[in-house]
């Protein structure tokens, strides 16, 4: 009978490498689940990596320009080449703290051979280890491309992944789904692929990749939102980091830098939107706020209420504090902040998290949060836990949650 707690793998480990199984690293999160007795729990993590330039050569022939595509593919021939298009970053050499978190580094564990590609296998394996139902896919070095010095080049290799995700994983597991890349350096590119890929297998959404300098509030985004909105389309921003920034060049250490620049893109966008009252003109849009952690709403929160009441001449669209129009919107976990429960305790209650905060694991980035994050909050009621775990996500994405989750036992 399926319990919908994964067995531990039988293989026992004496030190975690590049090619210990995923289900061997993750092993105190199944152990977790069983002792918590977590079988009833519907969990949905809403965002989880693959290293996509580890299928490159693959993806690279979905490439629509014939031109482009045979660069690629030669490219692909030279000793050592990096992959084509790709514009890389600093802080990438930096993630498994010089080879301490082996698993960041580089997922070389052994998949059998057989009709399934090697990505859904691994996503299967970290999926079924933490006990989660629906697994929302991202990408990974493409979190770049808006920063490419091409704007033409994020939509062909955008395109061509977004494809290729399609046919090779997310049509192969209906439990795999993905927010999907949209080039948003090109606005009239986003429309056409929110019309290409809307209804396509696993695409519940589309993801704005947060490392770019457009302002989100500009006219020509109007239409995209509205398509968006129409389509009942959930939008999301993924943070992510970029130490060739101007202000995060002045900072001296990846840690440091880390921890401004997850957060400080997504604060300009959200201040953007919410200045601009794009949350008055499209009110069925709620934005959705990935890999930022939470600590840093409030404060803009605050930052942006206290602005408003003295100059509320300079936001003629708002009809209502900023922070009413943020406590609308959704966030995902990942990383949260723990150190200082009561500040924690005090920011979820500003977002609403009870009804706002969808669980992200993040996995397998070197600052994974397993489920327990979530479980283990003492100021949480049980149904805010189930609510942040798994049915915010069902409610936001309209995802099915299945029966066994709905009979509480």
Known sequence: MDTGIPQTHENPIKEIDVRTDTRDVLANAQKYLKRRKLDDVFICDIDA????????????????????????????????????????????????????????????????????????????????????????????PMLLLGM???????????EAYNQWLIDTVLSKDERLKTMLFIPFNTPKECERFVEKFSGQPGVIGF?????????VHHDNYMRLYRMLEERGQVLGFHAGYYWNDDSMRQINRFGAMHALSFTWCNVVHMTNWVWNGLGERFPKLHPMWIESGVAWVPWLMQRLDHQYMMRSSEAPLLKRPPGDYMREMYYTCQPLETDYPKAMEITFEMIKAETQLLYASDWPHWDFDTPSVIWDLPFLTEQGKRNILGLNAARAFNLEVPEKYRTRK
């Open 49 to 140: 990596h693959h290293m996509e330039i580890e299928a490159w050569k693959d993806i690279v022939k979905y490439i629509s320009s014939p031109v482009v595509r045979d660069h690629a593919e030669r490219f692909a021939q030279f000793t050592g080449a990096p992959p084509f298009g790709i514009n890389g970053d600093l802080g990438l050499l930096y993630q498994d703290v010089g080879g301490r978190i082996p698993h960041q580094t580089s997922q070389r564990e052994e998949v059998p051979a057989g009709p399934d590609h090697r990505h859904l296998t691994l996503m299967q394996r970290a999926r079924e280890a933490m006990g989660i139902h629906y697994q929302v896919l991202f990408p990974t």
């Open 148 to 158: 490419h010095p091409q704007p033409e080049m994020e939509v062909m290799l955008s």
């Open 207 to 215: 993801m704005v990749t947060s490392i770019r300098n457009k302002p």
